[in-house]
C-alpha cells in the first residue's frame, strides 16, 4: 500500500472566526437588518470619495457622488475590496456562495449559469431567522427553462422570499423594460412569479428597484418589525445601454419624498413620467463633454440619489441604527455604450489610480468600491487597507446573524475589521478567469499593460504581496508580484528582485495548487499539475487525533480548533466513525495523508454523516448541505509525493442513524487501500 498514513495536528487552515464569545460580536445584541447593494461595472475610482473629488482639485472633468461621500464618512471604506473574477456571472456566484473561484461552480463567462444549491447568503440569513429578498439583477437562474416554474435556480428556489427583478443577464442591459431603447428592446422583469414588464410604462430601474425596495423595507417594518431583513439589492446600472432617468429625482426622500412605489398599470413609480431616456443632471448639462460621458455621469448620479433616499427611509422608520449597510461593484468599470456610440471610461478615469478594466485582473478590473455603515457599531470615517474578497460577506454576516457559517465557505469574518477590534483580515484572495483578448491600451494605462494579451489570468494574495500571472501557458509561467498597498499602479514587480521574492514566487506557485479544485467547465494550463506536499514538524506516532464538539449547527460547521477547546480529543487507530453519544454531534479530524508516489488519486468516501473535508485549502468533498448530503463521495486529484494536510468535519444531525465512516484511495500502485493514520507525538 503507497498511501501509508495520516498524521494529525492542531493546524487549523486558516478558517475564519466564529459567532463565539471567543470573538468580536456580542450575540446577545439585536441582530441587524442588512442591505447588499451592488452596481454593475461601476469603477473604483467613479466615486467621488476615492477619486473624482482629486479630479476635482486637479481641475479635470469630474462628477460627483455626494450621498455616497457621506456614507463613508459615516462608515469604513475597504480600499483594498476584490471581486473574485473581473466580471459579472462568477462574481455575482462568489458574493452569494461564500466560495472563491477556485471553489465555485460558476467561472469565466458563464452567464445563466444555474447557482448551485448549496449554502448561500440567503439561505444561511433565513437559517437565521431573517426575511430575505432580492430586488434588482440575478442572472443565475439556469440556462434551461423560461419561467420562474422552469429555471433550476430561481431566486425563490435559493432562499429568498421575495424576489423583483430581471432574470436573465442579458436582460439588464436595458434599463427600461418596457420599452424598446437603442440596440435592446423590452426585456422581462418579474415580481414573484409574475412577469410584468407590460406595466412598467416610462420607468426607469435604477429608480424602479429603489422605489421598490424602500416599499419591501417600509411593509416590513409594519407587518414583521420584530424579523430582521436581508436585502439584496443588485442595481443592472451603469453598466450596458447609456440610458438615463425621464426627470430629475424627486426631492426629499425616505418615506414622502424620493422616488415612490405605485404598483399601477402604466404608472409603477413616481418618475414614470416624462420622455424616457433624456434627462441629463443639471450639474454635468453645461459641461462640454462628450453625450456619452454626460450619460454615464448622470447615471452614477442617479445611484447616489438612490442611496441617499435609502438612508433616509432608514432614518425615518428609525431603523438606521439597526440596519448595516453594504455598498459596492461586482467589477471594474466597462467600456460599452449599447447603441449611443464610442465610450471609453478614460474620460473621468473611472479606473482610479489603477491600470485595468472589466475583465482584466489588473487592479482596476478586480479592486471595487466598497463603503460599509453601521451607526454606532462600525466606527466611522475609517479605512481599512487589508486585502478582502466578495467570499468573506457570508462568514461576516453569518457571525453578525449568530450563526457559525458553514464549513465549506473560503471567506473569513470581515467583522473583527469593521468593529475595529484588528486592522488585519487574515482572509484569502484567489482569483481566476479567462477571456480571449487584451487589455485596453489606455494612455492613463503603463504601456507595459497597454494591449497585453488576457487569456488565462490568475491572482493571489500570500504574505502581504499580490502574485498576478496573464495569459498563462503552463504552471512554470512566473508571476509578477506587487506591493499594492503602496504600489496600486503596479509599477513595480518585485518578483527575482532578491531571495524574498524567489522564495515567494515559488510559495505563490505552490499555494494556488493548493487552494483550489479544478473545473471542467473552465479547464486551466495547470489543472493536472500535481498539489506539492509539506514538510512534517515533528515525530509520528500510530493513530488519529479527533476533537468531539456538541454545536448548534444546521449544516455541517467550522470549527476553529486552535480557539475553540473541544470537548474531548481522542487519539483512534483508524479513520472511523466513533460510537454515538448525546454529549456531541460534530468530530474534526485534522492531519497528513502520505503519498510514496507522484499522480493522479481518486478518493472514495462513505459516511452516514454530512461532511467537509478540505486537502490543504482544497475543497474535496462537500456535503455539508443537508439537500445535497448523500453520504457517499468521490473526488480526483493529483498529489506530489510527501505529505499532505486533511481536515475533514462531520456532522450527525440524526442520533439516531448509526454512525459510519469509510475512506479509501486508488492510484499509483493503491486498490481501495484503507488509510492507515498517525498522529504528532
Not at 24 to 49: R, S
Not at 382 to 405: K, Q, Y
Not at 563 to 575: G, I, N, Q, R, S
Request: hydrophobic share 35%; charged share 25%; with cysteine.
Amino acid at each position: 500500500m503507497k498511501i501509508k498514513r495520516i498524521v494529525f495536528s492542531f493546524l487549523a487552515l486558516n478558517f475564519l472566526c466564529q459567532p463565539d464569545p471567543l470573538f468580536g460580536f456580542n450575540q446577545a445584541e439585536k441582530k441587524p437588518n442588512i442591505i447588499f447593494i451592488l452596481t454593475d461595472d461601476l469603477g473604483y475610482g467613479d466615486l467621488g470619495v476615492l477619486f473624482q473629488n482629486q479630479r476635482q482639485v486637479a481641475g479635470k472633468p469630474h462628477h460627483r457622488t455626494p450621498n455616497l461621500d457621506e456614507m463613508a464618512r459615516e462608515g469604513m471604506i475597504l480600499t483594498r475590496h476584490y471581486v473574485p473574477a473581473p466580471v459579472c456571472a462568477p462574481s455575482r456566484a462568489t458574493l452569494l456562495l461564500g466560495l472563491h473561484q477556485g471553489h465555485a461552480a460558476i467561472r469565466n463567462n458563464q452567464f445563466d449559469k444555474a447557482l448551485p444549491l448549496n449554502h448561500n447568503l440567503a439561505s444561511v440569513l433565513k437559517e437565521a431567522g431573517y426575511a430575505t429578498a432580492l430586488i434588482g439583477k440575478y442572472g443565475l437562474q439556469g440556462q434551461e427553462g423560461d419561467s420562474p416554474t422552469s429555471w433550476e435556480a430561481y431566486p425563490t428556489k435559493r432562499g429568498f422570499d421575495y424576489f423583483f427583478g430581471y432574470v436573465r443577464h442579458r436582460d439588464g442591459h436595458n434599463h427600461y423594460p418596457a420599452h424598446d431603447v437603442a440596440n435592446r428592446g423590452p426585456m422581462e422583469l418579474y415580481d414573484g412569479n409574475r412577469e410584468i414588464s407590460a406595466a412598467l410604462a416610462g420607468c426607469y430601474t435604477t429608480d424602479l428597484f429603489t422605489a421598490r425596495a424602500k416599499r419591501y423595507i417600509q411593509d416590513h417594518k409594519k407587518g414583521n418589525p420584530d424579523q430582521p431583513f436581508f436585502m439584496y439589492l443588485a442595481y443592472d446600472t451603469p453598466h450596458a445601454g447609456l440610458e438615463i432617468p425621464s426627470m430629475p429625482y424627486p426631492s426629499g426622500g425616505g418615506t414622502n419624498g424620493g422616488v415612490q412605489y405605485l404598483g399601477e398599470n402604466g404608472k409603477y413609480i413616481n418618475t414614470a413620467t416624462g420622455e424616457i431616456n433624456s434627462f441629463i443632471h443639471p450639474e454635468y448639462r453645461r459641461e462640454e463633454w462628450p453625450e456619452v460621458q454626460r450619460r454615464f455621469a448622470s447615471m452614477v448620479r442617479r445611484i447616489d440619489d438612490a442611496i441617499g433616499d435609502l438612508i433616509h427611509l432608514l432614518k425615518d422608520l428609525q431603523i438606521d441604527n439597526e440596519t448595516l449597510i453594504v455598498f459596492t461593484s461586482d467589477n471594474g468599470p466597462h467600456h460599452e455604450s449599447y447603441g449611443y456610440g464610442t465610450y471609453d471610461p478614460i474620460f473621468f478615469e473611472s479606473f482610479g489610480n489603477l491600470d485595468g478594466t472589466k475583465r482584466d485582473t489588473w487592479e482596476g478590473g478586480i479592486r471595487v468600491p466598497a463603503l460599509v455603515r453601521w451607526p454606532g457599531k462600525i466606527p466611522a470615517g475609517m479605512r481599512n487597507d487589508a486585502p478582502s474578497g466578495f467570499h468573506d460577506w457570508l462568514p461576516t454576516f453569518a457571525e453578525i446573524s449568530g450563526l457559525r457559517p458553514p464549513a465549506n465557505t473560503d471567506g473569513r469574518s470581515l467583522w473583527p475589521i469593521l468593529s475595529g477590534i484588528s486592522e488585519e483580515h487574515d482572509g484569502k484572495v484567489y482569483i481566476e478567469y479567462q477571456v480571449n483578448n487584451e487589455t485596453k491600451s489606455y494612455p492613463a494605462f503603463l504601456e507595459s499593460k497597454r494591449g497585453k494579451k488576457r487569456g488565462e489570468m490568475q491572482v493571489l494574495y500570500l504574505n502581504g504581496y499580490k502574485g498576478i500571472r496573464y495569459n498563462i501557458g503552463s504552471h512554470q509561467d512566473d508571476f509578477s508580484i506587487f506591493d499594492t498597498k503602496s504600489d496600486p499602479g503596479e509599477s513595480q514587480d518585485l518578483a527575482g528582485t532578491n531571495g524574498e521574492f524567489v522564495a515567494l514566487q515559488r510559495e505563490m506557485k505552490k499555494s494556488v495548487l493548493r487552494w483550489r479544485m479544478p473545473n471542467s467547465s473552465a479547464e486551466r494550463p495547470y489543472d493536472n499539475e500535481p498539489i506539492p506536499a509539506i514538510e512534517p514538524e515533528r515525530e509520528l506516532a500510530k493513530g488519529i487525533k479527533v476533537s468531539k464538539y456538541q454545536l448548534d449547527a444546521p449544516w455541517v460547521p467550522f470549527v476553529n480548533t486552535r480557539l475553540e477547546p473541544a470537548m474531548e480529543t481522542l487519539v483512534v487507530p483508524a479513520m472511523q466513525a466513533l460510537p454515538a453519544e448525546s454529549s456531541f454531534n460534530t468530530l474534526v479530524y485534522e492531519g497528513f495523508i502520505e503519498v510514496e508516489n507522484t499522480g493522479e488519486y481518486e478518493l472514495s468516501l462513505s459516511c452516514s454523516a454530512e461532511l467537509v473535508m478540505h486537502l490543504h485549502e482544497a475543497l474535496l468533498v462537500d456535503q455539508g448541505h443537508p439537500a445535497i448530503a448523500s453520504g457517499n463521495g468521490k473526488a480526483r486529484v493529483v498529489l506530489q509525493k510527501g505529505l499532505h494536510p486533511i481536515r475533514l468535519t462531520t456532522l450527525y444531525a440524526n442520533s439516531r442513524v448509526a454512525p459510519h465512516l469509510e475512506l479509501k484511495w486508488t492510484g499509483p500502485e493503491v486498490s481501495h487501500a484503507d488509510l492507515e493514520v498517525y498522529h504528532y507525538k
